[in-house]
């Protein structure tokens, strides 16, 4: 939600004679929404804050999708903000709309629909009294499942009010579904084709007729619903299909996509990621992911959406970014804490946690039982040798290879200090050019462990040094 319910200001008016003295003037929800989206385009800003990536693609759509007044399907893989941007369009409308006070539907002072909302300023004219519902009030959202009714949607008989002695033809027996209840506001639909299509068919009359229409009724509800939805591409086969008649009513299909390149998905990655600084007893505990690290992570997921062995009509999530970068991080810390270190920086010892926060996101396709494991590990190692030969050139190794093969090792893993891993600097001198690419000039110990052991790793993917692991250790050893 673009933001949360308050208490309304004093100044709002507290009858329907004070709201027409105020001159306030009613319109329907996609006009309320197209003229705040007129502003921002307008104004250059983008329509809502915390969506990264879709800038030239997806934004133009929606924008144009608002403009024009347009009810919304996003089509799309799993983890592309999907839902994120359908709740964010609440910031689109008037902070506060006024309704006729204990009105189950919103109902507009100036138009009731509703039966106690008709009554009552039949009733009472000018004096009928006026609640001011929060824009982020005016909200509704369901996951479309096999089970959903009619009656979640729309609306049924309740039998509590016909217990209480009111007749069934009483239009106030009427229990709301969520549709009616978010009646001059959004509602959405997430993972629309799981609604079963005989409840698909109840969405008909409210995507074109605007109004509901429930059974043992003679009245039509007219409704004043801004409708979006949210779907997977392959569900259109698989887990159920949206029928044509409904895809027919909608006005825009927008199709998402996952980040285009690296960097984005970085900026993602560090938005979301929650923060891993703590308070401990010895004090404050920072923890540093450095760029090359996060790009290795982002690296990690977009050779993941191309690669054969992973199933891609299930998608890579972004959140598998999320997740792996928090990841890595957490396992940076847990070293830390262990060392008694204060500022901790990853380093590459620390891409083994990928493994767990991986396995449950993407599905691997192997033709051999045990395979992802070994899948996952090529995976990762290939993330690093691409960011490697993209920020270390070739020309500031050199010195380094030809160090080793004049005898030079080098020993890292999770037992090693940063200390130890720091001092090598001094030991090979040569390491100090390709580190300082790596740490932008920080000098601190646990930024240059972190960048020798990339420096290391990353010339041992290349087939320039030789390593040899056991367990949580590694040594690096020339090739000659």
């Known amino acids: 939600m673009a933001d949360t319910a308050t ?69 799309g893989e799993r983890g592309q903000a999907k839902t994120r941007m359908i709740r964010s369009l609440t910031g689109l409308l008037d902070e506060w709309m006024p309704i006729v006070a204990g009105s189950e539907i919103n109902d507009d002072p100036y138009a009731p629909v509703s039966k106690h909302a008709r009554d009552l300023v039949a009733e009472l004219g000018d004096d009928t009294p006026i609640h001011w519902v929060h824009r982020s009030e005016r909200f509704g ?32 027996t009427l229990h709301y579904g969520l549709v009616p209840r978010t009646n001059r506001g959004i509602f959405a639909i997430n993972e629309l084709p799981d609604l079963a299509e005989r409840i698909q068919v109840g969405m008909l009359n409210v995507l074109e007729e605007r109004d509901i229409q429930i059974r043992g009724y003679k009245i039509r509800l007219p409704l004043d619903v801004m409708l979006l939805a949210s779907a997977n591409p392959e569900d259109y086969t698989n887990r159920g299909r949206i029928i044509t008649p409904l895809k027919d009513r909608f006005g825009s299909q927008i199709r998402t996509h996952y980040p285009l390149d690296v960097q984005t998905e970085v900026d993602i990655m560090r938005q979301e990621a929650v923060p891993l600084d703590i308070t401990t007893a010895a004090g404050d505990v920072h923890v540093d992911v450095p760029d090359y690290l996060a790009d290795v992570v982002a690296t990690f997921s977009h050779l993941a959406r191309a690669s054969n062995h992973v199933n891609q009509r299930s998608g890579v ?15 940076a810390l847990r070293r830390g804490l262990r060392a008694g270190e204060r500022h901790v920086v990853a380093r590459v010892d620390d891409l083994d946690a990928l493994a767990a926060s991986s396995m449950g996101k993407i599905e691997i396709e192997s033709l051999e039982e045990g395979r992802e494991g070994a899948i996952m590990e090529n995976l990762i190692k290939g993330a690093v040798l691409t960011v ?43 390491l100090r050019t390709p580190v300082a690419i790596l740490t932008g000039g920080d000098e601190s110990p646990a930024a240059v462990a972190a960048a020798v052991e990339f420096v ?15 367990g949580a250790s590694a040594t690096y050893r020339g090739r000659t």
Do not use: C
Request: proline share 5%; net charge negative.
């Open 7 to 75: 208490d309304p200001p004093a100044h709002l008016a507290a009858t329907l004679g004070e709201l027409r003295s105020a001159g306030w003037v009613s319109r329907p929800v996609k006009q309320e929404v197209r003229e705040h989206a007129i502003e921002k385009v307008a104004a250059g800003e983008p329509l809502f804050a915390g969506v990264a990536g879709y800038e030239d693609t997806v934004m133009p759509q929606l924008e144009n999708a608002l403009l024009a007044g347009h009810d919304v399907i996003f089509l």
């Open 141 to 172: 959202e369901k996951l479309a499942t096999p089970d959903t009714s009619i009656a979640d949607l729309i609306g049924e008989v309740d039998p509590i009010k016909v217990a209480e002695g009111r007749y069934l033809s009483d239009e106030l």
């Open 317 to 331: 999530s972004v959140r598998l970014s999320v997740a792996n970068f928090e990841a890595l991080a957490a396992n």
């Open 388 to 430: 490697f030969k993209d920020i270390v050139p070739p020309e500031q190794t050199r010195a380094v290879i030809g160090a080793f093969e004049d005898g030079a090792v080098a020993h890292t893993g999770e037992g090693v200090t940063t200390e130890e891993l720091a001092r090598l600097v001094e030991e090979v001198a040569a």
């Open 456 to 470: 290391l790793e990353g010339l041992h993917l290349s087939k320039r040094l030789n390593k040899d692991a056991s």
